[in-house]
């Protein structure tokens, strides 16, 4: 077994003569690893954030989804007071061009009308 000569402790100098011809001394530029340290933080903040948002997107459409049956708000009128024997109600009272329009002929006491025929405007 080889005898390598031993370095006092606190002996740097020493030390690094005795490892020279071994592990040359590399000169890094800390910059540059600095750099890209700061972007690899910067994306891993980025994509944590991104990964968040997708998250409370996810858990708000599970709890509220979007269309579906229209709840309890958006059910017809009530009907008005009767004044006259036949009443025409529509729903909605407001629409735009190319929307659904519904009416209904209520008749409001006994008489001789024909109602259920179906017409198109």
Known sequence: MTDHPRTPPGDV??????????????????????????????WV??????GVI????????????WGGAPGPAATLPPPSEPSREVEIQVVPEAVAPGEVVTVV????????????????L
């Open 54 to 65: 997708a998250v409370m997107l996810v858990a708000v459409l599970v709890v509220r989804p």
């Open 13 to 42: 100098e020493a030390l690094r003569h005795q490892f020279a011809q071994a592990a040359p001394s590399i000169v890094a530029n800390p910059d540059a690893v600095v750099r890209r340290a700061r972007r690899r933080r910067a």
């Open 105 to 120: 002929l209520i008749a409001n006491a006994d008489n001789g009308l024909t109602f259920g025929v179906a017409a198109q």
């Open 45 to 50: 903040r980025a994509g944590t954030s991104a």
